[in-house]
């Protein structure tokens, strides 16, 4: 498996980021727009309503992953992006090849998780 370090996460971070902000700014443009060619494509004609929806869904699943990056990087920023956010320990390797964004250790965010579902 692949090790990223501190400064090709933060080049893999900014590229991720650049790429959400263009997904959402598309995704905003068709919600204001309406039937663009990608209605039609992704759920035939006359399923303006189940698309918006799932244009909702896919926005807000976007928006936090955004938000995400953009936490991990200003963590970089200030060199505390391998730490863990709430117990200070350094994360695995192993976290950051499954999520480049992520901001806690393996423990943390499985606390975490557990603590939410
Ligand atoms: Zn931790």
Do not use: W
Not at 17 to 25: D, F, H, P, Q, T
Not at 33 to 46: M, R, T, V, W, Y
């Amino acid at each position: 498996m692949q090790e990223l370090d501190g400064a090709s996460r933060y080049l893999l971070l900014s590229r991720n980021r650049a790429e959400l902000r263009e997904r959402l700014a598309r995704i905003r443009f068709e919600q204001q727009h309406g039937e663009a060619p990608l209605d039609a494509a992704l759920f035939g004609q006359g399923q303006r309503s189940k698309n918006d929806a799932a244009l909702s869904c896919l926005q807000s699943s976007l928006e936090s992953e955004l938000e995400q990056t953009v936490r991990a990087l200003s963590r970089l920023d200030i060199g505390h992006g391998d730490l863990c956010s709430r117990c200070g320990r350094p994360i695995e390797a192993t976290q950051f090849s499954a999520l480049p964004y992520a901001t806690r250790c393996a423990p943390c965010a499985t606390r975490l998780s557990a603590a939410v579902a």
